[in-house]
Structure formats: C-alpha cells, structure tokens
C-alpha cells in the first residue's frame, strides 16, 4: 500500500507540472504496430502525416476528408506546421516557440524541481552511458545474463529520460543540453546494433527529434554525418530521416550553411569545414 501511495503521488505530481506547462508544442504521441491514428486529406503536408485519436477528436475538421488508419510506427503530427495545416492543430499543440526550447524554459519549472533535475538528469545521462555496450573492449565477453540485465537497466534509463520529455520542456531542455557530441554519436551507436536496449533507444530518439527544433537540428546533422559510419547498413533510425529531410528549411541546412558545408565522406564524422 505505501508503494501505491508512492506512485500515485509521483503520478499527481507529474500530473500537477504538466498542467502547468502551457498549451504548445507537437503532440509526443508515439504508436506501435497496428494502433489506431487518423489522416486528413485537408490538413496532411504528404501522406504520412497522421495525427493521434486524441488530437483528432479535439481538432477541427468538419468537412474535411479523412481516413482512419493502423499505424506501423512514428508519431503524431499535431503542432508540426511542416507536417501539418495549422487549422488541423487541436487546442493542446502549436509550433513550438523558440523560449520554449532554449533556456527560457527552466522557468517555467517549479524551482524544487528544477533544482532536483538539474543535478539529476545529467547523472541518469552518465549512467546510461555506462551501461551502453562498447564496441571495444572486456564488455564483449560478459556473460550473457550480465549484459541481459546490463541492457534491461539501460532499456530502463531511456524510457524514464523519454517520459521526462513528456512533462515539461524545460526537462526536455535538460536532457537535450547533455545529448550532445560524442555522446549523440556513442548513443546512436548504440541505436543501431542488436541489443535489447535498442528499439527503447530508437523511441528516445524519436521523440526528442519530435518535440525539439533544435535537437531535430542537431540530431539531423550528426546523422548524416554518421550514415556513412554506422547507419547505411542497416534500418535502425533509418525511420527518423522523415522528420527533418521533409522539412525544407532543416535538408537546405543539413546540403549547406553560411560560411560552412556538411562532408558526407569526413574522417572525422563530427567535424565541419
């Protein structure tokens, strides 16, 4: 009973920060296989914009002609306008304002919390790090039940720093400040090898490319710079492409830059020249 108690008050508490958040940004909806999304011909930018049950139904599209669907994956488009007509938004989600996406945002947490998670989330970050699997090293011939629970504890990790990007965009912001570098490059590593943490890994990602501009941006040059490295042979991530190659504004920057420009075939995958 005291543990109920517990997470039940965890959950008012989570309950209690997001309704204090304000009314914008995309929809963090994600879907598995064979759940149910909605598409509207009238609102769509291309044919795999969907938007979720919930937003849907909050939305206006009388008149419009839609089609209800079973997804194979992604996520919901509301509050993207690249992906979907303004009009389409429902009341809960609009383009994300660049002070919701930057440091601005940690105001608008509790300063408790705050506090907390301004020395918690870089220590959840560090120890994700630690139960990532090398490529190299003494890892490769632990037993098999040692990496099963070493993945499960990572798998664990990135679920709980998902679901914190869920809550409240200063705790995005958070997160996003530490998913940088050499990091970004070791974690999409591990995103694409076979692991039990992986498909976790892969939603992690999906959502913070989702709900942040400015993540979208980064995530989107380093895997291209990556492609060559770690991801032309194989599918994993490989999904996320259309959430920055089909928006105009982020494929012209990840071709060129002022006074920059992207190498695709780079010894050094993290440098610009």
């Known amino acids: 009973m ?6 039940e008050e965890a959950l008012a508490r989570e309950a209690e920060v997001k309704a204090s958040q304000p009314r914008a940004g995309v929809c963090p909806v ?5 759940d149910v999304a909605f598409r509207c011909l009238d609102c769509e930018l291309d044919s795999n914009c969907i938007q979720c049950c919930d937003c849907f139904f909050k939305a206006q599209h009388e008149g419009h002609e839609v089609a209800m669907i079973r997804t194979v994956g992604g ?3 509301c509050g993207d306008p690249s992906s979907w007509a303004p009009a389409g938004f429902c009341p809960e989600h609009c383009e994300t304002p660049e002070r919701l996406d930057n440091a601005e945002s940690l105001d608008l947490l509790p300063p408790a919390l705050r506090t907390r998670a301004e020395a918690l989330i870089p220590e959840l970050m560090l120890q994700a790090d630690q139960r990532l699997k090398p490529r190299h090293g003494f890892l490769r011939s632990e037993a098999a039940a040692d990496q099963r629970v070493r993945e499960e504890q990572a798998s664990a990790l990135f679920a709980l720093l998902r679901r914190l990007g869920e809550v409240a965009f200063g705790l995005r912001y958070l997160v996003v400040q530490e998913l940088q570098g050499e990091r970004l490059v070791n974690w999409m590593k591990a995103a694409v090898e076979e692991s039990s943490c992986a498909e976790e890994l892969e939603r992690f990602f999906l959502l913070y490319v989702q709900v942040s501009p400015s993540f979208k941006r980064s995530f989107a040059k380093t895997f291209i710079r990556q492609y060559e490295h770690i991801l032309e042979e194989t599918p994993r991530l490989g999904s996320l492409g259309v959430q920055f190659f ?3 504004e982020v494929a012209l920057e990840l071709v060129a830059k002022e006074d ?7 010894p050094d995958p993290l440098r610009l020249v």
């Not at 994600?30 to 064979?34: E, H, K, L, P, Y």
């Not at 920059?260 to 780079?266: C, L």
């Open 30 to 34: 994600q879907w598995g296989s064979q």
């Open 260 to 266: 920059e420009q992207i190498v695709f075939k780079d």
């Open 246 to 248: 089909t928006i105009p």
């Open 2 to 7: 005291l543990a109920l108690s517990l997470e």
């Open 75 to 77: 996520s919901c488009d």
